[in-house]
């Protein structure tokens, strides 16, 4: 007796109750910690694995004091915005936002310094300083101040006035920044040759406390957006009102990603049990599987509630490709468990249960394997959220095989299903259409096939990875609303710093005496002949810093751009339309009032470091944006044109991490599908000991594959951070129908040797399972085109065009070729 018949005869099939009270146990202790279940749309969930923009991109906003921990209210009345009606509403509206707990403070063309008046200067501009507040500024005269500041029109105000922003800051407190570094100085020493037991503890308590920590924070300000939005919707009648900044935008993606797990679980869930209802019509084939998918998706989500591991907006399907997955393994066992019900009507279902485990164990365990090996693939994608992914999808996977196997025949060992009508029926499948048509088109088959492949190449070819952040969203989503409005009126929406570094002190600097040459930058413009000085604030180096700001304000990408050279535009207005001299932009620091340099001074100027930054808004809506050209470009002017040192120029932002995320997708795409590829080769020859028969095997499941990377290629849909998985997916997927038909194709051959008697028949047997199989993952897939996030759509009607492709390649391809090559041997004539 073999170790697995004597595991089910001994334990499982004896003994059904007890089997049940123990995954009865463990779902209780799964269940213990669910509260620890989390989502996680942060900056850190979509960057790539050791990518240090993230830690870059904090660094700079600490230096220059700078954050994009805030909302933006986009306000558009419907009459004149400089209106005393109009201006009055706006200023409830932004009092009322004000008041939140949360809020800290507002920005807006009501609070903001005016720095227009007949007697400011920049000897009077700490008392000349008027605000639309506390000063009594004529509407009129406010519109002209704010339309001629440089700072301000595409930031606060469009540039016809008919739009405003009201920026709402939310800051991160500093306990947050206080345990991420900690935690990061951890992980180092962890890291590191010298780490000890008392490190990791450490790093364990302090990871626990940032995630308590981060969940607390997360749900403030989910109670700030909702409470922001409840105030803003008392306003809607008067003005257009969107909502905007990246508060708002993780809060959202995390609403998205509870819908997806909720809503698309159950919607999958039902969907799959309309069609097993439909297809098997016994409620013990629904009870069964709904069983087997609910026990496998509740222990997968105890563990990543015990593992404290988030689920991210890439692996938040997982639910419904467990569901999928399971019922696929599931239904394999119904229709072989039905098949030993027609051959012997009067068996014992004891027996009928042993032989169907017995016969379906060895097909799904490789079919487990490989479809485990396609989700393992993405591992080595080098993007951390899909990397998670597919670690989370590997143990899914292995869990759904274990339940299937051990709580199907628990199930069916109490509930034995009766010989019904269907069971007995002799009818002839609709599969059997597939192998008619394969047996007297092969031609038909081989030339159809080939030509697929051809458009598949080419369609590959034109495939591209460049896409609009906004594109992830539908028009109907206020995500998508609300960019489109910040892109078009105020600006541009992306984030993108470029931060130089200053040239270091020469050798020969070592003089103090800022009059040692025949020049002083401090009061002439002296050329190359200046002498080096430790500060930004000489002609020379702001004159070089004019030169880049021009250069990026000029690009048709960019839209705000702000540095250090806005604040000196706006000096020089305040100058009486002077451009400082040289001395007097060696006061500019003590010139600028304290409570304007936080606006004007420290977002761009790091004394400090020796560091000046500019601040760019992409326009994420401009058709032609190819973000890595974009950096590309920049960095060639600023090193080339400029003069500036490679070390010298730095890209941070969310610009830059998304741009990286997108650039790696082309690489993670060759390696998850070479991976997986290699490894299902490798997956064959174990199998069926054949060479042949692998490369065999293999054909329709490249196909499959091209043929959904292809499809996108022709209608220029780019590769996204769901779609790049698609693929590695698909042939996991697909070569479950494969395995299990090369499978049945051995054992049946077996019998008389006939090729063409043998594809019948496994078209009438295994073939349905395929079929039903696919239906249903490509019924469940179908579900998902009702979600908010594009790319999930993509996912859902891309994975289920592969399955249709994988479907029929199985059913025409691959018998197609096994008759034509015949690597089972000669066999007897037909």
Request: aromatic share 10%; net charge negative; hydrophobic share 45%.
């Amino acid at each position: 007796m073999t170790p697995i018949r004597s595991l089910y005869d001994r334990w499982i099939l004896p003994h059904p109750v007890a089997v049940l009270v123990v995954f009865a146990l463990i779902l209780v202790v799964a269940s213990l910690r669910l509260d620890q279940f989390r989502l996680d749309a942060s900056a850190e969930s979509l960057v790539l694995e050791n990518d240090r923009s993230l830690e870059q991109y904090r660094e700079v906003n600490r230096r220059f004091t700078t954050s994009d921990d805030f909302l933006i209210v986009t306000y558009t009345p419907a009459n004149d915005l400089f209106s005393s009606d109009t201006l009055d509403t706006l200023r409830q509206l932004r009092d009322e936002l004000e008041a939140l707990e949360a809020v800290s403070s507002t920005n807006s063309i009501l609070n903001v310094p005016l720095l227009h008046s007949p007697d400011l200067t920049l000897d009077t501009v700490d008392s000349e300083i008027k605000t639309m507040d506390g000063d009594d500024v004529a509407p009129d005269t406010a519109r002209e101040a704010l339309l001629s500041n440089p700072l301000y029109p595409n930031l606060l105000i469009s540039k016809d006035a008919g739009t405003t922003a009201i920026q709402v800051n939310l800051p991160t407190p500093e306990r947050y920044f206080e345990l991420l570094n900690e935690r990061e100085r951890l992980r180092e020493a962890v890291a590191g040759d010298d780490a000890n037991a008392d490190d990791q503890q450490a790093l364990e308590r302090v990871s626990d406390d940032f995630i308590r920590f981060t969940e607390q924070l997360g749900a403030e300000r989910e109670q700030t957006i909702s409470e922001v939005r409840s105030i803003l919707d008392t306003y809607r009648d008067s003005a257009e009102i969107y909502l905007g900044g990246l508060p708002m935008i993780v809060a959202d993606m995390i609403q998205f990603i509870q819908n997806d797990l909720s809503t698309f679980g159950i919607g999958v869930l039902i969907f799959l049990l309309l069609t097993l209802a439909l297809i098997f019509r016994q409620w013990r084939w629904v009870l069964v599987p709904l069983l087997c998918c609910s026990v496998t998706v509740w222990l997968v989500i105890g563990y990543l509630s015990w593992a404290q591991w988030p689920v991210t907006v890439i692996s938040s399907n997982f639910v419904s490709l467990l569901l999928i997955m399971t019922l696929s393994l599931t239904i394999h066992l119904i229709v072989r468990y039905r098949e030993f019900q027609h051959d012997d009507p009067g068996a014992a279902p004891r027996d009928t249960l042993r032989q169907t485990v017995l016969a379906m164990i060895k097909p799904c365990f490789y079919m487990a394997i490989t479809t485990i090996v396609a989700f393992g693939s993405l591992t080595f994608s080098g993007i951390r959220p899909v990397i998670d992914f597919g670690w989370m999808m590997t143990i899914g996977l292995s869990v759904a095989f274990l339940v299937t196997f051990i709580l199907f025949p628990a199930l069916l060992a109490l509930l034995p299903p009766p010989v019904d009508r269907f069971v007995s029926s002799d009818h002839v499948p609709f599969t059997d259409a597939f192998a008619r048509f394969t047996e007297h088109q092969g031609k038909l088959v081989l030339g159809g096939s080939a030509v697929i492949a051809v458009l598949c190449v080419i369609g590959l070819s034109r495939l591209t990875v460049e896409n609009s952040f906004i594109d992830y969203f539908k028009s109907s989503t206020e995500i998508y609303q609300g960019m489109i409005t910040i892109d078009d009126r105020l600006g541009g929406t992306t984030p993108l710093d470029v931060v130089i570094t200053d040239d270091p002190a020469p050798e020969n600097s070592g003089s103090d005496d800022p009059f040692a040459s025949d020049c002083d930058p401090f009061v002439d413009d002296c050329g190359d002949e200046a002498e080096y000085r430790d500060t930004w604030y000489t002609y020379q180096k702001m004159d070089r810093l004019r030169g880049v700001h021009d250069y990026l304000d000029s690009l048709e990408e960019t839209g705000k751009v702000l540095s250090i050279s806005t604040t000196l535009d706006l000096l020089a207005q305040v100058n009486g339309d002077e451009p400082l001299n040289a001395l007097e932009l060696a006061f500019v620091p003590s010139a600028v009032p304290a409570d304007l340099q936080d606006i004007l001074l420290t977002p761009y100027i790091s004394e400090e470091h020796d560091q000046a930054r500019f601040s760019i808004r992409i326009l994420e809506t401009l058709p032609e944006l190819r973000r890595q050209e974009l950096l590309d470009t920049i960095h060639g002017h600023l090193t080339g044109e400029l003069g500036f040192d490679e070390d010298q120029v730095l890209f941070t932002g969310m610009t830059v991490m998304y741009n990286n995320m997108l650039q790696s997708l082309f690489d993670s795409q060759i390696k998850t599908l070479g991976v997986v590829f290699l490894a299902i080769m490798a997956m064959f020859l174990i199998l069926f000991r054949s060479l042949l028969i692998a490369v065999i095997g293999m054909a329709p499941n490249l196909i499959a594959a091209g043929s959904v990377l292809g499809l996108m290629g022709w209608l220029n849909i780019p590769l996204d951070m769901m779609t790049i998985t698609v693929a590695a997916i698909t042939v996991g997927i697909a070569v479950d129908d494969t395995i299990h038909y090369i499978h049945r194709f051995k054992t049946e051959f077996a019998k008389d040797g006939n090729y063409i008697a043998t594809m019948h028949r496994c078209h009438r047997s295994i073939g349905r399972a395929m079929f039903y199989t696919s239906l249903t993952i490509i019924t469940g897939f179908s579900i998902l085109v009702l979600s908010n996030f594009i790319p999930t759509i993509y996912f859902g009607l891309f994975t289920g065009f592969a399955m249709f492709m994988a479907l029929a390649g199985a059913l025409t391809l691959l018998p197609r070729l096994i008759i034509l090559i015949k690597p089972f041997g000669a066999g007897s004539p037909s």
